[in-house]
């Protein structure tokens, strides 16, 4: 998954904490 500050849109199921986030 990503991290904030990361310049992109990321759906990571795999990763619990971030599933479902849109990380701009």
Do not use: E
């Not at 500050?5 to 986030?21: E, K």
């Amino acid at each position: 998954a990503v991290a904030p500050g990361h310049n992109i849109l990321w759906i990571d199921r795999a990763d619990p904490f971030w599933a479902g986030f849109q990380v701009i």
